[in-house]
């Protein structure tokens, strides 16, 4: 190691790695990927030139989109062969050291945290469920069955049908939040662990309808099969809700508790 | 099993990494899940708790996000793209919407000038004919 490289750490495994599980990726500056063992526990590293991936650099290559993509992509990339190999805990992107001794001093002083979570995520797997509800839709349809009756022509009878847009939308809004809710705990009983996220903006998934769901289960290998039938299951029961299954996902949600003490 | 789109491409056991993946949906599992240490390089901490806010901001509010100055994205092609056709869309939807609306309120208006039933419009209308009536006598 030089002072002008760092290593960059992808995941953290209780088994040993042997080269054939990683020989399919390459890290994110294109290195080979390598291992790095201590206390029974083992790094998934690359070697990465500090001049991409030093303070200053990194600094200003998060902000650039498309950067980010490609390395967030590769580091996902390398931590999916890591899992498809062993259990293993994925680390937040960006996670550099200055050598390898420091990666080892790392994973002795954080062994019973990496054991735990290794422990919470062995033979499970994460799936991501989404579900969109078009609020719109639904409270227009409501408004043209209720509203159907009223005169028009007067001013009364607009006020009226704009009182029972607003109310349809409110009731229409309520409805999807509340078949979330449901939907959310059905899929808990077919899971390990569960957690509700906050909804991704339109912008970034590309989509007009609301996301009224954005969960992510961490699933028993041994039931992913009836996890996912449970899923489909619900697109027929969840009448006007839009249900997406993502994964399967290395467990980046559920990787530590203990997230915001470093 | 069905993968909808921004699924990753099953039936390949974790999929994540292919191009086909949502890239919303990696971000928000490698920015802002994942377990953290502290690096050597202290960036990672700092910094990227700073994007996963305007990430966030992006999220919660693009018209936020702008008037705080932060506006980073409208220069990527990745998010303007989609950002600005998503936008185009939504704004003509809201005019046609609009628009309706303004059209059934002026038919409505009109249709009640021409009834003589007492509307808060009629009321001047009203007095008027009376001033008439007293300069004709």
């Known amino acids: 190691m030089t002072a002008d490289h760092g290593v960059w750490v992808y995941a953290v495994t209780g088994a040993d790695l042997p ?30 030139p500090l001049g991409e991936f030093g303070e200053e650099a990194l600094r200003s290559n998060l902000e650039n989109l498309e950067w980010l993509e490609t390395v967030a992509r590769t580091h996902d990339a390398v931590v ?12 937040r992107l960006a996670t550099v050291y200055l050598d390898d001794a420091r990666v080892c001093d790392v994973l002795e002083a954080r062994r019973a945290d990496f054991d735990a979570a290794l422990t919470l995520v062995a033979g499970r797997t994460e799936w991501g469920v989404k579900a969109y509800a078009d609020v719109d839709a639904i409270a227009a349809g409501a408004v043209e069955t209720a509203g159907s009756g009223a005169e028009k022509g007067t001013g009364t009878a607009y006020l009226l049908r704009r009182k029972a847009q607003l109310s349809a939308r409110e009731d229409a809004e309520r409805a999807a939040a509340d078949r979330a809710d449901t939907l959310h705990a059905l899929l808990l009983q077919h899971s390990a662990a569960g957690r509700r996220q906050p909804p991704t903006d339109p912008t970034l998934s590309g989509r007009r309808d609301r996301m009224v769901l954005n969960g992510t289960y961490l699933v028993d290998d041994a039931r992913s099969d009836e996890f996912a039938e449970a899923v489909a299951a619900a697109r027929t029961q969840f009448d006007g809700l839009e249900l997406e299954l993502t994964g399967p996902w290395p467990p980046y949600s559920f990787a530590g508790v203990d997230r915001g003490n470093p | 099993m069905t993968v909808m789109g921004g699924g990753s491409s099953s039936p390949q056991p974790y999929g994540g990494g292919h191009q ?118």
Do not use: C, H, Y
């Open chain 1, 19 to 48: 080269d054939e599980a990683v020989s399919d990726v390459t890290g994110v500056a294109r290195e080979a990927v390598r291992a790095v063992s201590a206390a029974g526990l083992t790094a998934v590293v690359g070697t990465v």
């Open chain 2, 20 to 137: 086909s993946t949502n890239l919303g949906d990696i971000l928000e599992r490698v920015l802002d899940k994942g377990l953290v240490i502290a690096g050597d390089i202290q960036v990672n901490l700092l910094d990227i708790e700073l994007l996963t806010i305007k990430l966030r901001l992006v999220i919660a509010s693009l018209e936020t996000a702008k008037a705080v100055g932060i506006d980073w994205w409208e220069t990527d092609p990745w998010l303007s793209s989609k950002g600005k056709r998503a936008e185009i869309e939504g704004a003509q939807q809201d005019l046609e919407v609009e628009n309706r609306k303004l059209r059934d309120r002026i038919a409505e208006l009109e249709a009640a000038r021409r009834e003589p039933v007492a509307e808060p419009v009629e009321v001047e209308d009203a007095e008027f004919e009376d001033d008439e009536v007293d300069d004709d006598r």
């Open chain 1, 80 to 91: 999916s062969a890591v899992v498809r190999w062993a259990p293993a805990i994925p680390l």
